[in-house]
């Protein structure tokens, strides 16, 4: 009886460790796809030609990126806000090790939310569910999206995110364009179609010869100020018009600065607030690509004599000779400097028309 009993408990043991290994999953190739921005607030001008918004960090994990790009806002109307959370799959074994045969590549998305926000009010007017979108169509598949990236289209504002390419796809020869399924902002109608195809219909931006405001301000005049990690400056923006300014420390802001908030009134109580609770931002300015370098200095530094040009030299890869120039004034920069072509470009605004 004894034997018996150790027998049945062996038995038993063998039985239970045997359904364990068969409950356990095997871990396949892939990696996470985790995309959260963060909006917080935002403001445009009463002349409707300079804005920022506002994402906060609070919140966020450590393995995320944070939004503030001008491919999340459609000036004069939308900021957008992602929530994404999913997987990218690839491998060529089942969820148990076992071998498929072929490479699987899918995408799994458990969840895909853009909200949609009003940029003058702060108002939030809607969320689109992305992953509903691909869920409810057996004709469109997610491929990787990392965010929905707005732009304007055909005078009107959209989202775009990465589709999956079909067999028939690849059988033409079409395995390295980009796909992207295109949604309607405000009525959720959407299309699918090739992204270079899209670029094609709409209004190139005209090239220009100009010095690349990032190379005066991050490449030169900052990097040697040390001032370089807080605060990133380009020439233009995505959007007609428009030249892009990111702040990455929002205590560097300056705090009594006449210009920066008669332009923008309610910004200075929304970065206090921020700063009250101890909570990290990032600041995405919008202004007129019109903006001198001067001008921009004075806005964003609290006492833009504290930017030195003492030992601010323009290096041989910079500029037009090819020799290094010391620089004594914002007019310096143009002189030594190369110019480049540059795309003004690609989008024009959504009027809003309130």
């Known amino acids: 009886m004894k034997k018996n009993k150790i027998f049945i408990s062996i038995l038993l043991c ?8 068969k409950a356990d999953k095997i871990e396949r190739g892939g990696y996470d796809l985790i995309y959260k921005t963060g909006y917080y607030a935002s403001e445009i001008n009463e002349d409707t030609n300079a804005l920022y918004v506002i994402y906060s960090y609070k919140g966020v994990g450590d393995n995320t990126e944070w939004g503030g790009e001008d491919d999340d806002i459609i000036p004069n109307k939308y900021a ?11 491998t060529f074994r089942d ?12 995408t799994e998305l458990d969840k895909f939310n853009v909200d949609i926000y009003d940029i003058k009010t702060g108002e939030k007017l809607k969320t689109i569910d992305v992953k509903s979108i691909f869920d409810n169509d057996d004709n469109i598949k997610p491929d990787r999206p990392y965010k929905a990236m707005a732009l304007e289209y055909d005078g009107k ?13 690849i059988e033409n020869g079409y395995e390295d364009k980009l796909k992207s399924v295109f949604i309607n902002i405000e009525d959720e109608t959407y299309f699918e179609d090739w992204v270079i195809d899209v670029a094609d219909r709409y209004k190139k931006g005209e090239k220009v010869a100009v010095v690349n405001k990032r190379d005066i301000f991050n490449e030169i005049l900052l990097k040697q100020n040390s001032l370089y990690s807080y605060i990133t400056v380009s020439s233009f923006s995505n959007w007609e018009g428009f030249m892009d300014v990111y702040i990455y420390d929002i205590g560097r802001i300056p705090k009594d600065n006449k210009k920066l908030y008669e332009l923008f009134p309610r910004l200075r ?3 206090d607030k921020l700063i009250a609770k101890g909570e990290r931002a990032k600041v995405s300015f919008m202004l007129p690509d019109s903006i001198s370098d001067r001008e921009l200095a004075d806005m964003f530094f609290e006492n833009v004599e504290d ?6 030299i323009v290096d041989g890869r910079h500029s037009l000779d ?3 120039h010391k620089i004594n004034n914002f007019d310096d920069f143009k002189k030594y400097i190369e110019p480049e072509d540059m795309e003004r470009s690609r989008y024009k605004p959504i009027p809003d028309n309130r």
Not at 14 to 21: D, N, V
Not at 307 to 312: H, P, R
């Open 95 to 106: 969820e148990n090790g076992n071998p498929l045969g072929y490479n699987l590549k899918t």
């Open 322 to 324: 090819g020799l290094p």
């Open 14 to 21: 063998l039985c239970l460790y045997a359904c364990t290994k």
């Open 157 to 169: 504002p959209y989202i775009m995110v990465w589709s999956e390419k079909t067999s028939k796809d």
């Open 307 to 312: 930017v030195s040009f003492d030992g601010v």
């Open 80 to 90: 957008t806000d992602n929530d994404l959370q999913g997987r990218y799959l690839d």
């Open 269 to 271: 109580e929304n970065l």
